[in-house]
């Protein structure tokens, strides 16, 4: 796993990624998940999660997408499979 948290605290603060919060609302229930539960969860994903998660990372970054939009949806997948 360091290999995976060099690369993503690398990223996240060469990018000056802050620390957001993001909401998410479902089955009428309110979850408040930040930037930096998001990179934990990122951080404990499978190691072929994590590459398709870095993948995506790279290609908004080449892109100039938004990087918070992207960790929002992640944020909502993970609310809609746990919870």
């Known amino acids: 796993m360091n290999n995976k ?11 000056e990624i802050c ?8 089955k009428d229930q309110t979850h408040v998940f930040s930037t930096n539960v998001i990179k934990e969860l990122v951080l404990n ?3 072929n999660e994590f ?6 990372l790279i290609t908004l970054d080449f ?4 990087i918070h939009h992207f ?3 992640l944020a909502e997948a993970y ?5």
């Open 45 to 47: 994903a499978s190691d």
């Open 5 to 15: 948290r060099k690369w993503i605290d690398t990223f996240f603060s060469e990018k």
């Open 51 to 56: 590459k398709t998660i870095k993948e995506h």
């Open 71 to 73: 960790l929002k949806s």
């Open 79 to 83: 609310i809609k499979k746990n919870f």
């Open 63 to 66: 892109l100039n997408g938004d």
């Open 19 to 26: 620390d957001l919060n993001y909401t998410v609302l479902h």
